[in-house]
């Protein structure tokens, strides 16, 4: 069965400490590993698509990096507007569809 | 590039009436759009899969008579909740992807509370 698991569930860091946060997956044929960020109220907010195991991307305080079971978002020196829930979906799977399968989600939360 | 907008933002109604949602791409041709809702502290959940000029697929346990789909242009796809009921308060994203790629843009999404 095509399953995202992400972890920690929730994490709370203090201003500057960076860490990571992991999806890992089990999907056949995997076309894209995709993470999102989630403020409250509002819709995700793309950040990085992935396709293939040793693929990296960066934006500002973010990396995401990804192997063929897991991927990890690291969050260097973060700051408190980067406090939000980090989204890691799939595409690809059984049906090959368009479609993605979510996990649930890690709420991060950074204090000044 | 990839914005999505959804609107109403906030939408109030009695039990009994419908609502429609709407999610357009204002900057890319979407040949695919999709809904989605969201329960308080939990993921997202695909309701379906709407195709320009084609009928939506459902995913399974949507029932396709109460959340009516149409998605008449490459740029507007609406949702439609038949006779609301509380139950179907919740959180409706729609989300868009260019011809071509695999990357889903969200929009803002839509508050649905059914009195």
């Known amino acids: 069965e095509d399953q995202v698991t992400q972890s920690p569930e929730a994490l709370r860091l203090q201003e500057g400490e960076s860490s990571s946060l992991n999806c890992s997956y089990t999907?056949?044929?995997?076309?894209?590993l995709f993470w999102y960020r989630q403020d409250p109220g509002k819709g995700p907010e793309f950040l990085f698509t992935?396709?293939?195991a040793g693929e990296e991307k960066e934006k500002e305080r973010l990396k995401a990096t990804l192997t063929k079971k897991e991927s990890f978002l690291h969050i260097t020196a973060p700051k408190p507007e980067d406090s939000a829930t980090y989204l890691c979906a799939v595409q690809g799977g059984s049906y090959n569809t368009d479609k993605l399968i979510f996990g649930t989600g890690t709420r991060l939360q950074v204090f000044p | 590039g990839a914005v999505v907008s959804q609107h109403p933002s906030w939408v109030i109604c009695k039990s009994g009436t419908s609502v429609k949602i709407e999610c357009r791409s204002l900057?890319?041709?979407?040949?695919?759009m999709f809904w989605y809702r969201q329960f308080p502290k939990q993921s997202l959940m695909l309701m379906a899969t709407?195709?320009?000029?084609?009928?939506?697929?459902?995913e399974q346990g949507v029932e396709k008579d109460k959340f009516l789909i149409n998605h008449a242009s490459l740029t507007l796809s609406t949702l439609t909740v038949t006779s609301a009921h509380p139950e179907d308060s919740s959180f409706y994203i729609c989300s868009a992807s260019r011809t071509g790629s695999e990357t889903q843009y969200f929009g803002p999404g839509t508050r649905l509370l059914v009195l």
């Open positions: 709407s195709n320009e000029g084609s009928k939506a697929t459902y």
């Open positions: 992935l396709y293939s």
């Open positions: 900057d890319f041709q979407a040949t695919t």
């Open positions: 999907v056949s044929g995997l076309r894209g």
